[in-house]
């Protein structure tokens, strides 16, 4: 699966989860804005600095606009250095480089015939309001891509960011290796079962779990690192190799009824991934409501250290109200539409 797979880590945060992914076989190329932040990752294959850049101190217009500068560069680098059927890029919500350009690369990228899809971080409730700002923006940006393939969610408020970033990466390894190291006369996931999970579009989720029984996978699945799942939600797809006395059925009665389910067996663990979720709109919400409790605050400073004679107000919260359904019959774009809609 790693000649099937290949993943471009924008800023930072994804760095650190493209290091796990590329000392388990898969081709990352690291995309960054800061060369500083670049050189930390020591024996890193591929990394390409976006020229001009010096950081984006959270600040998603910035990311946007060097992308936009430099996309056909961009584009190329990763066309070279990391063929696959499948790109997922990889960046932080709430940062600078990533929340900024992930998004908008994710749909430059499509435009450009490729199956992609998203690996993305939400800030833990303890970070700042700007990195809620920045993750509430690139959602309502991420959410509006409909050709996007999978999005796992990694979820900074269920633990401790770094093994989170592991637990994560083992979950997905596991995963994309069921093809090669699970084989049963009961029945197998093939690479095809593989890739139109990946595919579907919507929250991803993958977990692990060496329980024998059905109820300790799926509480395995509801404690996983990503997002929590909609009460109310879609599911599209089950994919799992199951042990022990776990069952499909049970899954399916947990979590919803898929489209299809894919399903393989084997004596140490279950690993399962769950596709075409609903995203986890319930989460975001406590996203916004972490900028809108502390947006008056802000004011204040701000207008406390302004220059005398500004007047206009600060209304950083103006453009954040969730995403309209669009009900127009959607015409062809060019790249500088695609972009434009960004800026």
Known sequence: MNKKVSFVAVGQAAGNVGRLLEEKGY??????????????????????????????????HKAKQLVIDDFDNIAGEIESK?????????????????????PMLIDLLID????????????????????????????????EIQASGACFIIDNGTGEKMELNKVFVDSLAAFLEIPEKHKSVKGNIDKAEIMETLHSHGMALVARCKGKDSADVIQAIKDNASAPMEPDRAVKYITASLTGNVRMADLEKAFGTPIDTFQTFNDAETICCISGLTYPLSRLETVYEKVDENKDLIKKNLAATRETGLKKGVNFLDDMEPPKKKTAEKKPQSKRDIMSKYL
């Open 112 to 143: 450009e015939g490729k199956n992609v899809g998203a690996i993305t971080i939400i800030p833990a409730p303890d970070e700042s309001v700007k990195s809620h700002i920045n993750s509430y923006e690139c959602f309502s940006e991420l959410t």
């Open 82 to 102: 990391v063929k696959s059927d499948m790109l997922f890029v990889i960046f932080a919500s709430g940062g600078g480089t990533g929340s900024g350009a992930g």
């Open 27 to 60: 081709s990352v190329i690291y995309i960054n804005t800061s060369q500083e932040d670049l050189d930390t990752l020591e024996n890193a294959k591929f990394k390409y600095h976006i020229p001009r850049g010096e950081g984006c101190n959270k600040d998603r």
